[in-house]
């Protein structure tokens, strides 16, 4: 079966192989498969889904956008392998295959495993598991047992059925035929209720989730019209169960053939027509049939009715097509969060133009290919596996965050084109607005001649029923009467041939009584046959008549048909117009959203980078205000200390320069007296040298004047020396006065530069705080962004999303690591080799070893099935509501308290605890402990606590083992996959 998929996934339709060639080429492919497929694809022209993907997700194009992203390494090779084997067989690998693929040096190597897993039935379990969920949501059995549905399922996976037959499979079941009645099953374990079905269908089908439009256009989502909603629910308005009380209550899905289909808004209260319209569709009309002619099986009691035409039928037809871009988009992304962990649309069932894919052009590649593919969804799936988008690694190490904010951030180009875009957008509304006032026109002119033509039909209906009464009636008189004729002609005919053998043998009188009673007879039957022939009489008028009221309902049939005929094409063409409109506006709506998502991750980016350089500047700038704001503190302490001393200096400086004052003033004192003495001294002196000098003669004159001379010239001598000194002391004054001042002066900048400190240092410390505040607030707010911009990257698949495990591959994995899975595959092998052996010639069939692997991957499934059953009831949503991860008290006790995990880890042949009991090294022990559960080697610290703890439980060993790995079991490393 894997070497038969592998053909088939490279080959296309138009090149059969066969046979014994299909199978050995198809193994042969196993080996070359990527090789030949870049030929293949080489030689079509095509280029793989994964490249192209990987090209529209290449850091640097943005989504092929422009803008920039946080992108995650691709993983490493211990958490490729675990990823994969969780994804493609549902459980964590075994060591043994973690440490097998890890060693191995083949650049290939990651291609080959998924082609390995893809084609192994574990993989067919997963993914059957995975359609069950999605497809019934875990809902309870009713009709169909969830064997058989999980069979079919199984099967369906196994033959690698394309969706759009399974979907086709799904849509039309009645339930009927034996080989598809599991299929039924989700008709009939919803009941049939048409409202459920309409919701449903529209989410697990079309990604549409249409319930709040169900009584007006959705109050949340602008492009959810109350048509939409209706135009799914009149393909499945006429269904509904029937239970066939000749075997055994049986339940089947049947259908009428009558049932229109009107609506009011309980906002707007206009009624509404609709015909079928699958979303993003056109709505289709039904072909006009007789009353009367409606039906392949009529209703009657304890019939099924069988339509001629059946909705359900189109539903499943127009849906699987190919050509219903809804469905096809709703398959590409439900495959993608199948692989991915989540959907380039998110939620899966909320597609709308509020809600736009995180990348579009992957969606539309995605989708085209699932097309072209033929909706193989294990080609589609394998392809995934295949993209970088996949393989990345969950870390966002910090250097690409950083790469991401100091990128290119085109903002102005997206706004421009945002403009754009937003009045292409305001334009296709205003053309909607003016469509859906056309359609409502078309509407309102249909309206009466519509109900005009259902109280022809209906009148019709009448009138083939009175008329199918009448006749039948008729049928039934003259059936009687042709039956009374036959036998009253041969009892007649019999009486006279009794009446004339009497005569003949008049003895004979058992022969006369025979006569007679003959005779009695065909007079009974005369009066009998009078009857019938009255009631035929009677009934052949009214069946007339209602024959003739038949015609003429059906000619008014035909005449209100053809008076609505046109005002309904109007009405089509008008209603068809308005979706147009609608989905052209709701395209541009869903342009404009994912610019302004764009938008908003760009910003988001901007932000980093404004917050990063204000970090950097509010850090440099505190250092700067921090060494300004120490130097002039230390300038204000050495300020504030040399303060005294200088005061003190001055003080001594006053008092120096006080002496030299009181000096100066003494030594002016002693100028002034000598000057007052001196002076009349000279005057006189100057007389007496005039007279001396008129009396040159007189000698005592002259004496007297030389001694008043000599007098005068000493005191002179004395004033210049008392000036002189005078002079010195006014020099020492003017120079210690100048100090005085000079230090003063110094006194007065640096008490002046004290208080200029002491004001601004306050400043200085509030501008450090405002800054460390920011640095604070920028730091605290970093991580949020930070985490924002990886969780955007994430959501743009450029990191891998961190996701649960699903309660199937928590439950398997769980088997797995504890040794159950293996125990029991041994037990299933040894009894299949007992009951059904294989000699070498057939082991050596790649088909019949295929088929031995998977039925001994189904014998483990039936063994283990109980098991899992547990993990489905703790782990598992809610019966019909979405399968979301949870946790809850139960949970935390099934696995610290319940003994169920308990008794699988208890020491058995083979087991984990049994494994690890055999090693003695601490290292040893810790490197299978953590490859088993977690797919990893331990580091050294995780090596260290491992051993430190085996050492303080000392002789408990056996129970130190158990706790360990049940410690690992329970963190959130193993439960979820990253």
């Given amino acids: 079966m894997s070497c038969r998929w592998s053909l088939d996934r490279w080959l296309h339709a138009g090149r059969p192989v066969t046979g014994w060639r299909r199978t050995v080429f198809g193994c042969l492919l196993l080996a070359v498969g990527p090789l030949l ?65 890890v060693a191995d040096q083949a650049g290939n190597k990651r291609e080959v495993l998924i082609d390995r897993l893809i084609a192994a039935p574990e993989f067919t379990r997963h993914f059957a598991t995975a359609l069950d969920v999605m497809l019934q949501e875990r809902r309870p059995d009713k009709a169909v047992s969830l064997a ?28 009927v035929d034996p080989a598809m009645r599991p299929a039924a099953k989700f008709y009939l374990d919803r009941d049939g209720e048409p409202n459920l079905l309409t919701r449903d269908i529209g989410r697990i089908f079309f990604g549409v989730d249409l319930q709040c ?61 609709t015909d079928p319209r699958l979303p993003t569709g056109d709505s289709i009309a039904d072909p006009v049939l007789n009353p009367g002619e409606e039906y392949t099986v009529a209703p009657a009691e304890n019939v099924r009715p069988v339509p001629k035409y059946s909705r359900r039928a189109q539903l499943a037809a127009l849906a699987t097509g190919g050509s219903n871009r809804a469905f096809n ?23 709308h133009a509020g809600n736009p894919p995180s990348n579009p052009k992957v969606l539309d590649a995605v989708t085209d290919e699932v097309v072209r593919q033929k909706f193989n969804m294990r080609a589609i799936v394998a392809e995934l596996a295949r993209t970088q988008a996949y393989q990345r690694s969950y870390e966002v190490p910090m250097n690409a965050l950083d790469a991401a904010a100091t990128a290119a951030l085109p903002m102005e180009k997206f706004q421009a084109e945002r403009a754009a875009i937003a009045t292409m957008a305001e334009q296709l509304l205003k053309a909607l607005e003016e469509a859906a006032k056309q359609r409502d026109a078309a509407n309102e002119a249909a309206s009466p001649l519509a109900q005009e033509f259902a109280k022809a039909t209906a009148a019709a209906i009448a009138a083939w029923q009175a008329a199918d009464k009448a006749n039948a009636a008729l049928a039934e008189s003259q059936k009687q009467l042709a039956a009374k004729q036959e036998i009253s002609q041969a009892v007649a005919t019999a009486a006279t041939a009794s009446q004339e053998a009497a005569k003949r043998i008049p003895d004979d009188k058992e022969l006369a009584g025979a006569a007679e009673k003959f005779a009695a007879k065909a007079t009974s039957l005369a009066t009998e046959l009078a009857a019938a022939q009255k009631s035929v009489a009677d009934l052949t008028p009214p069946a007339k008549a209602a024959d003739d009221a038949l015609v003429a309902a059906r000619n ?35 342009r404009l959203k994912s610019l302004d998502v764009l938008i908003a991750d760009t910003q988001q980016l901007l932000d980093l980078r404004q917050r990063q350089v204000q970090l950097v500047a509010d850090t440099q700038a505190v250092e ?84 008043i001379q000599a007098s005068s010239e000493q005191l002179a001598a004395q004033v210049t020396d008392l000036q002189k000194v005078m002079q010195a002391r006014e020099s020492e004054f003017n120079a210690s006065t100048a100090k005085v001042d000079t230090a003063k002066q110094a006194l007065a900048t640096m008490t002046a530069k004290a208080e200029m400190l002491k004001s601004q240092l306050p ?6 705080e405002v800054a460390q505040a920011r640095i604070s607030q920028t730091r605290a707010a970093l991580p949020t962004l930070e985490q924002s911009i990886v969780q955007r990257s994430a959501e743009r698949f450029y990191t891998s999303p961190l996701r649960a495990l699903t309660p199937e591959q928590l439950g398997w994995s769980v088997m797995k690591v504890a040794g159950l899975v293996e125990s029991h595959r041994l037990a299933v092998e040894a009894e299949l080799n007992k009951t059904a052996p294989l000699d070498a010639a057939a082991m050596a069939d790649p088909a019949r070893r295929a088929e031995r692997n998977r039925q001994l991957e189904a014998g483990v499934d039936e063994k283990l099935k109980g098991n899992l059953g547990q993990f489905v009831s703790l782990y598992g949503s809610g019966a019909g509501q979405a399968q979301e991860y949870f946790a809850t008290v139960d949970q935390a006790l099934f696995f ?52 430190r703890y085996l050492a303080s439980r000392g002789s408990e060993k056996t129970a130190a083992v158990q706790e360990l790995a049940w410690g690992l079991l329970a963190t959130a490393e193993f439960r979820f996959n990253h």
């Avoid at 079919?152 to 979907?167: E, T």
Wanted: glycine residues 6%.
């Fill in 37 to 101: 497929a870049q030929a293949v694809l080489a030689q079509e022209g095509a280029e793989s889904l994964s490249r192209r993907i990987d090209q529209l997700l290449s850091v640097g194009s943005v989504d092929g956008l422009g803008t920039a992203a946080a992108a995650a390494p691709i993983a490493s090779d211990q958490e490729f392998v675990r990823r994969v084997y969780l994804d493609l067989a549902g459980r964590v690998p075994s060591p043994q295959e973690a440490r097998e693929f």
């Fill in 213 to 273: 439009a169900q009584c007006h256009d959705h109050p949340l989502i602008d492009d959810f019209y109350q048509t939409d909603y209706y135009g799914l629910y009149a393909f499945v308005n006429r269904s509904f169960v029937y239970t066939d009380k000749k075997d055994n209550n049986k339940l089947y899905f049947a259908e009428k053939a009558d049932g229109d289909v009107n609506f009011s808004s309980v906002f707007t209260k206009k009624i509404g027509l």
């Fill in 624 to 707: 700067k205000l921090g060494s300004e704001l120490t130097v002039a503190q230390q300038t204000l302490d050495q300020t504030t200390t040399a303060l005294p001393g200088l005061q003190a200096e001055i003080a001594g400086m006053e008092k120096i320069q006080e002496e030299s004052r009181k000096q100066l003033e003494q030594s002016q004192l002693q100028v002034a007296s000598r000057q007052e003495v001196a002076k009349p001294i000279a005057d006189a002196a100057a007389q007496a040298a005039i007279v001396k000098s008129k009396l040159p003669n007189d000698a005592e004159i002259g004496q007297a004047a030389d001694r």
């Fill in 896 to 947: 610290s308290n319940g003994g169920t995990i308990a008794g699988w880890l208890a020491p058995a042949a083979g087991n984990l605890t049994e494994r690890l009991l055999k090693l003695d090294d601490a290292g040893a022990l810790a490197e299978e402990l953590y490859m088993t559960i977690l797919s990893r080697k331990p580091v050294a610290s995780e090596v260290a606590e491992v051993s």
């Fill in 763 to 768: 400043a200085m410390r509030e501008q450090i």
């Fill in 556 to 590: 008014a049939k035909t005449e209100a048909a053809g008076k609505l005929a046109p005002v309904q094409a109007q009405w089509a063409a008008a209603t068809n117009a308005w979706f147009a409109a609608a989905e052209k506006s709701r395209q541009e709506h869903l």
């Fill in 148 to 175: 058989e549905w999980q069979k079919y399922l199984f099967d369906s996976v196994a033959a690698n059925k394309p969706f759009d037959q399974l979907a086709r499979e799904i849509l039309s079941a009645d339930g």
């Fill in 329 to 351: 988009r709703n398959l590409a992304n439900r495959l993608w969060a199948f692989m991915m962990g989540r959907g380039l649309v998110e939620p899966v069932d909320l597609h």
